[in-house]
């Protein structure tokens, strides 16, 4: 019963906030996505490695094998929970691990189990703390104890998967390169009463634009120790997003991240958890907030953290540029610096480009309108200097999307992606309404003429081929919408 009123109690406020048209869209695209998952955890153990599989890989000889710390901040977990979580380590393939737990809780529950198995296994290292200092505090002290190469984070109630490790240490010197610095995993949930495994979470590889939209790394994450004690471990202001705010600095200092494409960790749901409940810990999504500010700050970029109707999803505003009033394309080329050049999607045909403006805006939508933001977000996004494309939300006729919204290394089979997805939906984990890395542009892109190095006439395949090799990102600014015309 406290369950179905906090569930009404949150759509009575955000009906209150956003109107019941938005709610009732968002409960049928978690239905509609929920019921294209029926078939989800039959799928994933068929993707899990069977015992024949993971003792193979405890034989296997790897010429790269480096010790792995799990570090685990444990509070008053739950016997059963906790043993759960420790086993989940303990019995992973890849053995030369080390798991350690720093133990903030007041009474003896969690050193009376710990101990118990640190007894059996010298892999396990526990110290129990004075008092509890907090979630990083806490996280730091495991931090303390570990000797390991690299460092994982692993909550005190969530589990990794068999074989997770091994896919991780595989995945990180894969094709003879020299070991990335950082590496995660995808993730799902867990149902801690029927024991039943749901909503997988398949991740982009490393997509920092995405990130300061909201944490999508998460879980796994592992690091390089030293650059987890370089970039100061966890900091007590950004409890509730500490993982975040470390996860930013981190990779910041990182030389290469691996996304590992495979569901090894499942975060267990209870109605305590951000899983469940996301208004459970409101103070968590401000502190995200702060966490996306300070990258910002330290990265040199400037731009206004807001919040979207999505708990933890925000929007990084960038300064824009002055308000254009004009919301058609119609008899728009030659005007405010921007040359609009028309493409045809089907054929991929090369395109003259003529004039000298500043900016050229390539669309394959001859006539169309545009919001109210449309031109002060997308000039925004691509004046940013790292920016190659900045691409806009383009909706056809039908008021459908007319192109996918797909980053690279994104591996989900339970959807042909977000091509098609009716106006006013969000999408698979609200990524139709959040800035990110593109793998291809939209149906409409401004781009910096001083990028097309002089080119006179190229097709989209060849600009993006051209911007890729420079370097040069593909970003989607989704507060840019156009709609074409009937």
């Known amino acids: 019963m406290g369950t179905l009123a906090g569930l009404l109690g949150r759509a009575w406020r955000f009906t209150r906030r956003y109107g019941a048209l938005r709610l009732y869209r968002k409960v049928k695209e978690r239905r509609d996505r929920n019921l294209a998952e029926r078939g989800y955890e039959a799928w994933l153990f068929g993707q899990l490695p069977g015992e024949e599989e993971l003792k193979k890989q405890r034989e296997e000889k790897i010429s790269f094998s480096p010790l792995i710390s799990i570090l685990v901040p444990a509070y008053e977990t739950p016997e059963v929970f906790l043993r759960q979580m420790i086993d989940s380590v303990l019995e992973q393939s890849y053995g030369k691990l080390e798991l350690c737990i720093a133990d903030g809780s007041p009474s003896d529950r969690v050193r ?44 005190h109630d969530d589990l990794l998967l068999p074989g997770a490790l091994f896919e991780i240490v595989q995945a990180l010197c894969r094709d003879g390169r020299e070991p990335a610095d950082a590496a995660y995993t995808d993730e799902d949930k867990l149902d801690p009463e029927r024991g039943r495994h749901f909503q997988p979470h398949f991740k982009p590889d490393f997509n920092p634009e995405y990130l300061r939209s909201n944490n999508y790394i998460c879980h796994f994450f592992l690091v390089k120790r030293e ?3 370089q970039a100061g471990g966890f900091r007590e202001e950004f409890d509730g997003a500490q993982d975040h705010d470390f996860i ?88 405010t610096g921007v040359n609009v050049v028309y493409y045809d999607k089907a054929r991929n045909n090369s395109v003259i480009i003529s004039g000298e403006e500043e900016y050229v805006l390539f ?45 690279a290394g994104v591996r989900d089979p339970f959807s042909g992606g977000m091509k098609g997805l009716k106006e006013g939906y969000s999408g698979y984990f609200h990524r139709a309404l959040l800035q990110q890395e593109l793998e291809s542009p939209t149906d409409c892109f401004l781009v910096r003429r001083e990028l097309l190095d002089g080119k006179r006439s190229v097709s989209v395949e060849e600009l993006c081929a051209h911007l890729k090799e420079k370097g040069y990102p593909i970003y989607y600014e989704p507060w840019a919408v156009m709609y074409e015309s009937r």
């Open 227 to 229: 650059i987890a004690l």
């Open 112 to 155: 009376r189990t710990v101990e118990a198995y640190a007894r059996r296994d010298s892999r396990v290292r526990y110290r129990k703390l004075s008092e509890n200092l907090g979630i990083s505090g806490n996280t730091n002290a495991a931090l303390a104890e570990a000797s390991g190469d690299y460092v994982g984070l692993l909550d």
């Open 248 to 335: 930013f600095r981190c990779t910041e200092l990182a030389r290469d991240v691996v996304h590992v494409p495979k569901v090894l960790y499942s975060w267990r749901c209870h109605a305590a958890s951000t899983a469940a409940n996301p208004e459970s810990k409101l103070y968590a999504y401000e502190a995200g907030k702060r966490a996306v500010a300070a990258h910002l700050l330290r990265t040199g970029r400037h731009g206004e953290l807001q919040d979207t109707e999505n708990y933890g999803f925000y929007r990084v505003k960038y300064p824009g540029s002055p308000q254009f009033f004009r919301k058609s394309f119609e008899f728009f080329d030659g005007q």
């Open 363 to 407: 669309t394959s939508i001859r006539h169309a309108r545009v919001n109210a933001g449309f031109w002060p977000a997308l000039f925004a996004c691509c004046r940013r200097p790292e920016t190659g494309m900045a691409c806009a939300r383009v909706y056809g006729r039908d008021r459908r999307l007319s192109s996918d919204i797909r980053m």
